[in-house]
Structures are given as C-alpha cells and as structure tokens.
C-alpha cells in the first residue's frame, strides 16, 4: 500500500521550514523536497497544510494537491502493470513536475520528428497516414494505460494494439494493416536514427487482404456520362469523374490537372502522388469532355464533396444493382449489401478505367504505362474481369474444334 506525507524539515535561519514530502511503497520509502516554505504557527501537521489564512494559504496548499496529483496519475498509469510502480519512477515524475529533470525524449517526439520529415520527402496522403497512426498511438496509450516506450514495441503490444483497433474502434482488417506498416516504418526511423536498438518490430505481420473492387460497367459508364438534366451542381462533377473513367488518373492528379497540361492528344504531368512523369492519350471520349468545358479540364470540387455527389449521379442513372462488398475485422466477415451508387467514389473511376481498358484487350503494360503503376502486383488488385470476358477468352481459346 503506497502512501504519500508531507512534514517540515529544519528551519533555517529566517525560521522558515522547508516542506518534504515522502512516498512510501511496499515498505521502502523516498523523501523529495517541494521548494516550498512555512513555518511551525502556519503548518497543520494533522492535515499536512498550512493553515487557514496562513502565509501563502492558497498557493502552497494547491501546489502540495499538485505534486499529490502527479504521484496518482503514475499510479493508475501503472494499474494494470504493477511492477511498473516503482520509486525510482515516483521520484522521475516528481523532478518532471517541478522542472529538476527534463522530460525524456519520448516515443511520441520521435513519432513528431518522423511527421516532420515526411513533410519533405512523402506525399500528403502518406503524411495523413502517419498522422492517424500517432493519433491511434496515443489513444491506446491513453485508454488503454500502456505506457508506450520503445522497449514496449513488441509482439504483446501488437497483439493487444490490434485487438484494441478492432473491439474500440470497429477498423477492418486492411485499415490495421495500414497502422502496424507504418510503425514498422516509423521504428526503422528510429532504429537509424539511435532512439532505440528494440528490432522486435521486424516480426510483425502487416494484414493486407484482398478486396472487392467496385468499379462500372461500360453500359453503367455510358449511362452517367449520356444522362441528361443534371443539375448544373452535379453536371460538372459528373464531367470530372468520366474525365477520370476514361483516363484513369488519380484525384490527387485530376484536382490540379491545368489547361498546360493538355498537349494535343495528350496529357502531360508529373503524378502528385508518384512523382513520376505521365504521358496519357487522349481518347474521343476524353476530348469530348474538354470540349464541353471549352478546352479546360472540368472543375474538380474536394474529394469528400465530390464522394457525396458521384453517389447522388449514380443514383438519378439507375446504376442499383444489388453489390455485396465484404470486409473483416480479425475473423468477423463484415458484409455489406446496398445498391452500387452507394459504393461509387472518386477511386470508383481509375478502377473503371484499368478493367474497362483490359476488357477492351489493352495490354496489360500499356495499362500500366498510362496509370503509372511500377509492378504488376499493385496493378493486380485493380483488375476485376466480368464474367462475359471470361466467357470471350475460354471460348476463344477452346471452342474452334481441330477435326480428326
């Protein structure tokens, strides 16, 4: 049983006495000195403060609560580990309270850093990611009284890490991975930088489970692009998504796509997201659209925004068949059943341009070289070939008959 006492130490030579306080633990005590003063009329020694109306009452007292808030938060900072609970660690957090010891460099100033240097070298959406993970971090740390170090970076925290993503916060099965690969990430980072020699991270199984892509038909494509009376809101949202469709350029790219990047039949950029230079054909779909809007890219809202009115467009052009989109969260399966407008997004648009196009019999590495995708095993996950397509390629390679 730990208890905390405050009593006064020898006067000195004005008859001031230095107040200590002590914290005894399991039979072991340590005394540590508050810097505050008072003398024998103004201290109550049964209720360990200075008196009413005494010198410096007020100030004094709430500075005695304080150091005594300091030691319970270590305590219930350490509830569900209590070897955590030592002197050694009451007295660090008492000289942190009164600014004898500088706090230590955390692993949350470490995650800060890393933050800070993405900034120059990743893109926003990366940032953004990092940026969650620490909030995460700190959630668990938080709720869950873990006491997150370096050393702590383990396979018990990983385990209970991802039990907490999925029981507190109902993320599925990819969203975790994306966590755990950026703490990976992050303690490469640390690991290089000195902060720690903890690799236990290596051993971390990144989940990252194959997911149903939605994307549109070409009768379903057609249908949005040729649907007329659109509200004027919606009519040019509806241009940048077909621009998208019949592309495949990214969001990131699309929202910042200029007049000077149009080169006749071409567009021309650097990928916001890659880096990587861009060359893309114009097809008579594409051109069409620029016509429309006078030879200038379509206007492109915030992606939220346009999230919302791509899933009001699908809905006025009937594209509502029945889609079953299936996720987990550890071994719950998690299945989602709604019409298709409803999973329609700005990404809904690359995905359709990739199947369309090999659909169509474009090669695969052509595919590539206009989407910009490096290796075939990224690009992969884009690919959902219809069942007619396979019908086409299995009678195709099977159904002209050789006589004996």
């Not at 109306?53 to 007292?61: H, T, V, Y």
């Not at 861009?278 to 594409?286: A, G, M, T, V």
Request: include cysteine; charged fraction near 30%; glycine fraction near 4%.
């Amino acid at each position: 049983m730990a208890t905390v006492n405050f009593y006064l130490d020898k006067p000195n030579r004005k008859d001031q006495r230095p107040i200590l306080l002590t914290y005894l633990l399991n039979g072991s005590k340590i005394r540590f000195s508050t810097k505050l003063k008072t003398t024998d009329k103004d201290w109550n020694a049964k209720d360990q403060k200075v008196k009413r109306n005494g010198a410096n009452e007020s100030e004094i007292n709430f500075a005695l609560d304080e150091f005594k808030r300091v030691i319970t938060k270590a305590e219930l900072d350490t509830k569900f580990d209590p070897s955590g609970l030592t002197l050694d660690l009451i007295r660090s957090k008492l000289e942190e309270a009164t600014g004898k010891k500088k706090a230590a460099f955390t692993i949350f100033d470490a995650f800060d850093e890393y933050i800070r240097e993405a900034e120059i070298t990743k893109t926003t959406s990366s940032k953004k990611i990092y940026e969650v993970t620490l909030n995460k971090l700190k959630a668990f740390n938080e709720d869950k009284r873990y006491q997150l170090s370096f050393d702590s970076i383990d396979s018990k925290f990983e385990s209970k890490f991802t039990d907490y993503l999925i029981n507190d916060h109902k993320l599925v099965n990819n969203t975790i991975g994306r966590y755990i690969k950026t703490i990976k990430s992050f303690m490469h980072f640390a690991t290089e930088r000195g902060y720690t020699n903890n690799y236990r991270f290596k051993s971390f199984s990144v989940i990252k489970q194959g997911v149903d892509i939605i994307y549109l038909t070409e009768e379903e494509l057609l249908k949005i692009y040729h649907f007329k009376n659109l509200p004027p809101r919606l009519d040019t949202v509806r241009d940048a998504f077909c621009l998208g469709c019949f592309t495949g350029l990214r969001f990131s790219d699309l929202s910042e796509l200029k007049f000077a990047n149009l080169k006749q039949d071409f567009i021309e950029l650097k990928s916001k997201k890659t880096r990587d230079f861009l060359r893309i054909p114009l097809n008579d779909y594409s051109k069409e659209i620029l016509a429309k809007h006078k030879g200038n890219p379509p206007q492109v809202i915030s992606n939220q925004k346009m999230n919302d009115y791509i899933k009001e467009i699908g809905e006025l052009a009937e594209i509502n068949s029945n889609t079953i989109l299936i996720k987990y969260q550890g071994a719950t399966k998690v299945e989602k059943i709604e019409p298709k407008y409803n999973f329609l997004s700005t990404h809904t648009a690359r995905r359709t341009f990739v199947t369309l196009s090999l659909e169509k019999g474009m090669r695969p590495e052509v595919v590539m070289s206009i989407t910009g995708h490096k290796d075939y095993a990224t690009f992969k996950k884009y690919i959902k070939l219809t069942e007619n397509v396979k019908l086409a390629e299995m009678n195709n390679a099977w159904n002209n008959k050789i006589e004996p």
